[in-house]
């Protein structure tokens, strides 16, 4: 079985985006694939966290995943916390000595989160090393992401290829992006030219996979559309238009030809309706199992699962790579 991997920051609530990009992936691939589903709490501090909340998120983030249909009784899935894995930053310290300070920086994502900002921590510049070792040790061939993590699947490709030159072996397998045909990019409800983000300032920009009725109601029947009055798909023109097309289309499992054909002849509270109906529905029933998950205490089981087998694969990596770079007394 080729590896799949993929991680969620427990840096907040998760949302519907989180969901679109990551999540649903994950169950869409997990009969195929061996997968490595991880909680880097590592990349949740490089911007300050309470520890209270992130201990809370990080256990929470793992009932919403089988919540949402992760299913943690397949063999070939592994589902662990980034910190209970010592190599992870281990291997990045490595792979830090073979990446450029600039191409760190040319990071889009890095220069939105540092944007205005003064004082922000080192390791929002390393973050995408930490998260090529989080792939690299792991010999994952494919990474589930939306579209704004892309570009640093592709540092952590360039990262392999570069130590695999230089070093004169397959160290590391080459890992491609996965990234979904809709819902890549789930928009922020307020703003829709900006992506959908757990840690969005503006409350009603996003939806939380634990918002209640009333919330999903609101944020949905608020949501930014246009002025031209008539629902077609249409993302650089009608961005509002279509993110609500695409969320409703990833949710339903019909396509965005199939939604929009549902609601081209309405108005646009007829598509907000109908979206806010079915994210009603479907979270409400993730939310139903996710209480019944946490208080079952079977995420502690499967995480210490997670931890043994994520600690055993990437103690070999890390070994072969300490040994390829000359550290200790070989
Ligand atoms: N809006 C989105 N649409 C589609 N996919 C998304 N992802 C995030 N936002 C969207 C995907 O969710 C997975 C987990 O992302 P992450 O938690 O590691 O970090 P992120 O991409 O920085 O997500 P957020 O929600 O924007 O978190 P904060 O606010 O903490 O920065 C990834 O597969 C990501 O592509």
Redesign the pocket.
């Known amino acids: 079985m080729e590896r799949l991997l993929?991680?969620?920051?427990?840096?907040?609530r998760?949302?519907?985006?989180?969901?679109?990009?990551?999540?649903s992936?994950i169950v869409r691939y997990q009969e195929e694939y061996d997968t490595f589903l991880f909680v880097?709490d590592m990349?949740?501090i490089t911007?300050p966290q309470d520890p209270e909340a992130l201990h809370r998120n990080i256990r929470e983030a793992v009932g919403m995943y089988i919540a949402c249909g992760v299913n943690p009784e397949l063999e070939n899935m592994h589902i662990y916390i980034q910190s209970e894995n010592l190599y992870h930053a281990n291997l990045s310290w490595i792979l830090e000595c073979h990446s450029a300070f600039g191409e760190l920086t040319r990071m889009h994502?890095f220069k939105m989160?540092s944007a205005n900002k003064e004082g922000f921590s080192a390791g929002l510049v390393t973050y995408p090393v930490l998260m090529a070792s989080d792939i690299l040790l792991y010999d994952a061939k494919y990474?589930?992401?939306?579209?704004?993590?892309?570009q640093h699947v592709e540092l952590a490709r360039d990262l392999a290829i570069r130590f695999n030159n230089r070093y004169g072996k397959e160290y590391f397998t080459i890992p491609e992006p996965l990234i979904?045909q809709i819902?890549?990019?789930?928009?922020?409800l307020v703003n829709p030219e900006n992506?959908?983000?757990?840690?969005?300032e503006n409350p009603k920009a996003?939806v939380f996979l634990m918002d209640t009725e009333k919330e999903i109601r609101q944020k949905i029947m608020s949501a930014k559309t246009d002025n031209d009055g008539f629902v077609a798909f249409d993302e650089v023109n009608k961005p509002g238009v279509s993110n609500l097309l695409t969320i409703y289309s990833v949710f339903s499992g019909l396509s965005i030809e199939e939604t929009t054909k549902k609601f081209e002849s309405g108005r646009y509270a007829e598509l907000k309706r109908g979206t806010a109906d079915l994210l009603v529905e479907k979270l409400m029933s993730f939310q139903d199992k996710f209480r019944s998950i946490m208080d079952s205490g079977i995420v502690d089981d499967v995480l210490d699962r997670g931890r043994e087998y994520s600690n055993r694969i990437a103690a070999l990596k890390y070994e072969a790579v300490r040994k390829a770079v000359g550290f200790g007394r070989g």
């Open positions: 993929t991680g969620l920051q427990p840096s907040g998760l949302t519907i985006g989180n969901y679109c990009g990551g999540i992936q880097p990349h949740a911007v994502q989160k990474v589930p992401t939306g579209i704004d993590q892309k979904p819902g890549a990019k789930i928009r922020d992506k959908m983000s757990k840690s969005s996003s």
